[in-house]
């Protein structure tokens, strides 16, 4: 029994002295205030928060101007009641047009980078079906009805694609945003 306890007692100071000796030669870690630990923790925190407000701030800027965009759209679909698409075409390529151009220019430099990323594909998704509108708005040469709808089905599955991406990427920095936005 006094063997156990005298080992017992070895096997402590021979520890002790080996975390001794390490400190002395590589140096004791510093400790860090309570203060300090807090200022760390509430400027990540801030971080989070700040690319949260971002994300945020472009979708509602970027979701107000869809809104007034549809709007406008319903508007000039009811006014005419028109049944083809070549009857309202120079008119809503004119709103989509004006729409992307006012997107595509909201500050995206705040937000995370592979937020941006995502919101920069979803952008030129957008143009790219703004430019074939135009295109077709601007064209002597009309297309049928048909071939017209598999496009724009083509371009509006890319556009909803690319925001299902958007949305799915804010959720990580803010889950609960699409509730919050309607989405």
């Known amino acids: 029994m006094?063997?156990?306890?005298?080992?017992?007692?070895?096997?402590?100071?021979?520890?002790?002295?080996?975390?001794?000796l390490?400190?002395?030669?590589?140096?004791?870690?510093?400790?860090?205030?309570?203060a300090e630990v807090f200022e760390i923790r509430s400027s990540h925190t801030?971080?989070?928060?700040?690319?949260?407000?971002?994300?945020e701030s472009l979708l509602?800027?970027?979701?107000?101007?869809?809104?007034e965009r549809s709007s406008?759209?319903?508007?000039?679909?009811?006014?005419?009641?028109?049944?083809?698409?070549q009857t309202n075409i120079s008119d809503y390529s004119q709103y989509i047009r004006e729409y992307v151009d006012y997107s595509e220019n909201l500050?995206?430099?705040?937000?995370?980078?592979?937020?941006?990323k995502?919101?920069?594909?979803?952008?030129?998704?957008?143009?790219?079906y703004s430019d074939f509108l135009h295109k077709t708005a601007i064209s002597s040469e009309k297309m049928s009805e048909t071939t017209f709808a598999q496009l724009e089905d083509d371009y509006n599955s890319e556009i909803t694609r690319t925001w299902y991406d958007v949305l799915s990427n804010a959720?990580?920095?803010?889950?609960?945003i699409r509730r919050k936005l309607g989405q």
């Open 107 to 116: 500050d995206d430099s705040r937000v995370p980078a592979d937020f941006q």
């Open 46 to 55: 801030r971080c989070l928060n700040q690319s949260q407000r971002n994300i």
């Open 2 to 20: 006094m063997k156990s306890i005298l080992s017992i007692i070895v096997f402590t100071l021979t520890f002790g002295f080996s975390v001794l």
């Open 171 to 176: 959720e990580e920095y803010y889950p609960g």
């Open 72 to 85: 406008e759209i319903r508007e000039i679909f009811n006014q005419r009641r028109a049944t083809t698409y």
């Open 22 to 34: 390490i400190g002395l030669v590589f140096g004791f870690p510093e400790k860090e205030s309570v």
């Open 60 to 67: 509602r800027r970027d979701i107000n101007k869809g809104d």
């Open 118 to 128: 995502k919101w920069r594909a979803h952008m030129k998704a957008w143009r790219t």
